[in-house]
């Protein structure tokens, strides 16, 4: 009799054990969210992101628990996100798979690789295996302005998901009518932005104002090409004349008869001639310069004259004949 009250007393004992170093496991785990997660910029910590419907997080459990049974001893703090109420995290540290751990040391963040138990979670931090483990980039880092950009996308997804829920289950949509209002929200909410757009780049970037476009009348465009033809009158001029002063130079110049016995003409008198020559094709040339300009200037004041004479205002000031 004695004996089996000592048997029923060490079975209680052992049960109020396990129930208190289970109690104190779970007190030791710390649950991270949104609002308290910046704690783990600070120290040295351990943290588990999983999801209660899957089923490695469930298979990690009992070892994570026990693991952080020993955070006092190993100086370390170990927590868990639970992504399903804390999408934010999960896009801020980039979480594709579950269960997903980090080590974090003062700000610095490594994802650990290795084997899901205890003993290999107690070496990783006591043996310092954490310092082999490639570091976060600093642009992929969980405390950048990028990575809180991206936690507000999943936000986001969040609560799309959850408008999509209320929208079948509770109002009775089709699945293809949720869909369809949120493409229609989308278009809209895309016009509005682009506009929005529009409106900020014409208020830094006005556009100019368009300047005055030249008219041309009927008598403008005549006046032109008017002027066209008596240029290219006057160059066709001015070259003619110039072929027959070269043709009445080498006319002029006298032919000599050579003799025999007599020498040829010398050297001064040949370069005498070809300066007298070239100075009298520079004066013709510049006198047909001159008689060209005038004629120039004779045929625009004519033509000036002409359109003053048939403008409306000096019809009007003419006396009309009886």
């Known amino acids: 009799m004695a004996t089996d009250r000592r048997r029923c007393t060490v079975f209680f004992c052992i049960v109020i054990f396990q129930l208190f170093s289970q109690i104190t496991a779970k007190s ?17 910590w351990m943290v588990e992101f999983f999801a209660p419907w899957c089923p490695a997080c469930k298979a990690l459990k009992p070892a994570w628990e026990d ?35 980090y080590h974090v040391k003062d700000g610095v963040f490594r994802q650990y690789r290795g084997s899901r138990d205890k003993d290999e979670f107690m070496n990783f931090v006591e043996e310092r295996r954490w310092q082999e483990v490639e570091e976060v980039p600093v642009w992929k880092s969980p405390a950048s302005f990028q990575m809180s950009v991206v936690s507000q996308f999943f936000k986001l997804s969040m609560v799309l998901r959850s408008v999509h829920s209320v929208l079948v289950e509770d109002y009775g949509l089709p699945t ?53 033809d008596l240029v290219e009158d006057s160059e066709v001029k001015y070259n003619v004349k110039k072929e027959n002063l070269k043709c009445d130079v080498k006319e002029e110049v006298p032919k000599e008869e050579t003799h025999e016995g007599e020498g040829e003409r010398s050297d001064n008198e040949v370069d005498h001639k070809e300066e007298e020559e070239e100075k009298a094709l520079s004066e013709s ?19 000036d004259d002409k359109e003053c004479k048939n403008s409306p205002e000096v019809r009007r000031r003419r006396p009309r004949k009886d």
């Open 285 to 303: 040339e510049d006198k047909e310069k001159e008689d060209s300009q005038v004629e120039e200037d004779n045929d625009s004041q004519a033509e």
């Open 28 to 44: 030791s785990v710390i649950d991270l969210n949104e609002d308290n997660w910046y704690q783990m910029l600070e120290g040295e």
């Open 176 to 228: 293809w009518g949720s869909y369809l209002v949120f493409a229609l929200a989308t278009i809209l909410v895309g016009a509005l932005l682009g506009l929005i757009l529009v409106c900020i780049i014409d208020f830094v970037f006005p556009p100019k104002a368009p300047g005055p476009a030249p008219v041309i009348t009927s008598a403008g465009l005549k006046a032109d090409d008017d002027e066209e």
């Open 67 to 101: 693991f952080a049974s020993w955070s006092n001893d190993l100086e370390i703090s170990v927590g868990q996100v639970d992504v399903t109420t804390s999408p934010g995290l999960s896009g801020r540290f980039m979480v594709t798979a579950l269960p997903t751990i």
